[in-house]
């Protein structure tokens, strides 16, 4: 990741205050945001509340995650969010999080201008 270069320390304090944001509140955003610059996708929230084990794979109680990686276009960084689920039973859209069945390659991946 060359563009990382790019990177003022203004730019990566913004990183900071957005993964505050968007991370879970047990989660270090200063940790967080060295894991991206360094390897890519990292997870940042998790949702399990509803997570059974047995149902998880297409029983309707499954656990829920995001993941994000830095991406840099025209200038600008931005976070690039995926959604996952522990349900492989139905077609689950990584880009929107939903599980409409319907065509990924349309679906436009979620992008947080940081
Ligand atoms: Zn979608």
């Keep these: 990741m060359k563009f990382i270069r790019k990177m003022s320390p203004k730019t990566v304090l913004k990183l900071v205050g957005t993964l505050k944001e968007m991370c879970d509140d047990d989660l270090d955003p200063i940790l967080l945001a060295k894991q991206i610059i360094k390897k890519g996708w990292v997870r940042i ?29 025209k200038g600008r960084f931005y976070l690039e969010i995926t959604h996952h689920t522990t349900c492989d039973g139905f077609d689950y859209c990584l880009n929107c999080g939903t ?10 991946p979620t992008q947080v201008l940081i």
């Design 45 to 73: 929230s998790e949702d399990y509340s509803n997570y059974e084990d047995g149902k998880s794979s297409d029983g309707g109680k499954y656990g829920f995650w995001e993941n994000v990686r830095l991406y840099y276009d």
């Design 99 to 108: 599980f409409n069945s319907h065509n990924y390659e349309e679906c436009e």
